[in-house]
């Protein structure tokens, strides 16, 4: 069955960047939208950007908009986000999702990687 596979988390200072990709096991996810969300310890799991099929469709939390970036690679099957100027509220597991449509709601996707974590220290 089809997966999707996070990395790149790590640990990190404030201010420092970090890049998170996403990969499918399968091409099945070439035509979906493809989406990040993160979950601190505590706290509700939270929109942070998605990405329409082609790619030319983006939209961000207000939280992470002009900050991060999300982007994808269709032939690599594979999802990213480059995150920017670290805040210690940016510390959470991130999550990789795909549908068949562009949504900022958890119940919009249906696929949904295991996470990775990311810590940012003060």
């Known amino acids: 069955q089809v997966q999707l596979v996070e990395s790149g988390g790590g640990l990190v200072q404030a201010g420092d960047s970090l890049r998170l990709s996403c990969a499918a096991s399968?091409?099945?996810?070439?035509?979906?939208?493809r989406g990040w969300f993160r979950q601190a310890p505590g706290k509700k799991r939270e929109f942070v950007a998605a990405?329409?099929?082609?790619?030319?469709?983006?939209v961000y939390a207000d939280s992470v908009k002009g900050r991060f970036t999300i982007s994808r690679d269709n032939v690599r099957n594979t999802v990213y986000l480059e995150m920017n100027s670290l805040k210690p509220e940016d510390t959470a597991v991130y999550y990789c999702?795909?549908?068949?449509?562009?949504?900022?709601?958890?119940?919009?996707?249906?696929?949904w990687g295991q996470g990775t974590q990311v810590t940012v220290s003060s």
């Open positions: 990405i329409g099929w082609s790619g030319g469709s983006t």
């Open positions: 999702t795909a549908d068949h449509q562009i949504g900022v709601r958890p119940d919009d996707y249906a696929y």
């Open positions: 399968t091409r099945t996810f070439g035509t979906y939208a």
